[in-house]
C-alpha cells in the first residue's frame, strides 16, 4: 500500500518561505507521477503544482509560478515543494497526491490522483 507523509508546514509571515516535503512509502516511487494541492478554508481543493517522474516536465499553478518550486528526489522517495514570497493567500492545508504514470498528462493539473497524504497546515500572517 502507497503511503505519503506531508511535514514542514507552520507559520510564516508574509513575504517569507517554507519547504514542504512529502515521503512516500509502498510501491516503486519513481513510477508515480506526485503533485501537491492545497485546500482554503471554505474553498475547494485546487492544484499547485506536479512533477513527473523524470523531473523533466514539471507543472504550476498561475498562482505560484515564479514563488514555488516542486523537485523530487527518487533516490530518498521524497517529494518536496519550495514556497518563496509566500502571502496570506497561500494559507491553506497542502495535501501532497501520486498519480499512476499511465494516466493522462492532462490529468496531472486536473486530477484524479490515486494517493493522498493527510496534508499539512500553511498559515502566511500579513
Known amino acids: 500500500q502507497v503511503q505519503l507523509v506531508e511535514s514542514g508546514g507552520g507559520l510564516v509571515q508574509a513575504g517569507g518561505s517554507l519547504r514542504l516535503a512529502c515521503v512516500y512509502s509502498?510501491?516503486?516511487?519513481?513510477?508515480?507521477?506526485m503533485g501537491w494541492f492545497r485546500q482554503a478554508p471554505g474553498k475547494e481543493r485546487e492544484f499547485v503544482a506536479a512533477?513527473?517522474?523524470?523531473?523533466?516536465?514539471?507543472y504550476y499553478a498561475d498562482s505560484v509560478k515564479g514563488r514555488f518550486t516542486i523537485s523530487r528526489d527518487n533516490a530518498k522517495g521524497t517529494v518536496y515543494l519550495q514556497m518563496n514570497s509566500l502571502k496570506p493567500e497561500d494559507t491553506a492545508v497542502y495535501y501532497c497526491?501520486?498519480?499512476?504514470?499511465?494516466?493522462?498528462?492532462?490529468?496531472?493539473?486536473?486530477?484524479?490522483?490515486?494517493?493522498w497524504g493527510q496534508g499539512t497546515q500553511v498559515t502566511v500572517s500579513s
Open positions: 509502498g510501491r516503486t516511487f519513481i513510477t508515480y507521477r
Open positions: 497526491a501520486a498519480q499512476e504514470p499511465d494516466r493522462s498528462i492532462a490529468s496531472m493539473t486536473r486530477g484524479p490522483y490515486d494517493y
Open positions: 512533477i513527473m517522474l523524470s523531473g523533466g516536465s514539471i
